[in-house]
T-cell receptor
């Protein structure tokens, strides 16, 4: 069974540009999550999808971040315009259901560098 | 979410048992204790979860005393490949995982 995949693995962009990160969850997982670790900080929750619906986006830092999950399959996280403080590693995770929800399966992350 | 405290780092040698203790004094009745492992350049990976007493799987054991104010993750006979960051998470089964700083375990030959 394929795990959670993320694309790209690395992205280097200039301040003010736009970047779109993609996450493909494990097939059949209705729950999809985005997390990020900015430099020197801990991994923080960004948002949670159940199928195509956003259940909780309380961790999204500001309106420069837009997450979508059209069709309830893969998800994208767009940062527009990117700022220096957005640099970090963005993780996507998925889980089958809310029962035993702690067992989230994480992707390898996308390392974003804003210069 | 209950606050957790765990050592910043631990060193060990191959073949030894590594025990990482996590303190969570304000754990709530409905809270579970969960441990994740993270290798460099990878996302966190679920290791084990428990509520009380002892839980064991093919990777580790989790010991939880009766008062549940702490827990100990035990890694038997570690190898170099067990070098990673280990996170202790405490909370009611919630989708918002809250990662602290974790414990960096370094296994040496």
């Amino acid at each position: 069974e394929a795990g959670v995949t993320q694309f790209p693995s690395h992205s280097v962009i200039e301040k003010g540009q736009t970047v779109t990160l993609r996450c493909d969850p494990i097939s059949g997982h209705d729950n999809l999550y985005w997390y990020r670790r900015v430099m020197g900080k801990e991994i923080k929750f960004l948002l949670h999808f159940v199928k195509e619906s956003k259940q909780d986006e309380s961790g999204m830092p500001n309106n420069r971040f837009l997450a979508e999950r059209t069709g309830g399959t893969y998800s994208t996280l767009k940062v527009q315009p990117a700022e220096l403080e957005d640099s970090g590693v963005y993780f996507c995770a998925s889980s089958f259901g809310l029962a035993g929800v702690y067992e989230q399966y994480f992707g390898p992350g996308t390392r974003l560098t804003v210069t | 979410l209950a606050k957790t405290t765990q050592p910043i780092s631990m060193d060990s040698y191959e073949g030894q048992e590594v025990n990482i203790t996590c303190s969570h004094n304000n754990i709530a009745t409905n809270d579970y204790i969960t441990w994740y492992q993270q290798f460099p350049s990878q996302g966190p990976r679920f290791i084990i979860q428990g509520y009380k007493t002892k839980v064991t799987n093919e990777v580790a054991s989790l010991f939880i005393p009766a008062d549940r104010k702490s827990s100990t993750l035990s890694l038997p006979r570690v190898s170099l490949s067990d070098t990673a960051v280990y996170y202790c998470l405490v909370g009611e089964n919630d989708y918002k995982l809250s990662f602290g700083a974790g414990t960096t375990v370094t296994v040496r030959a």
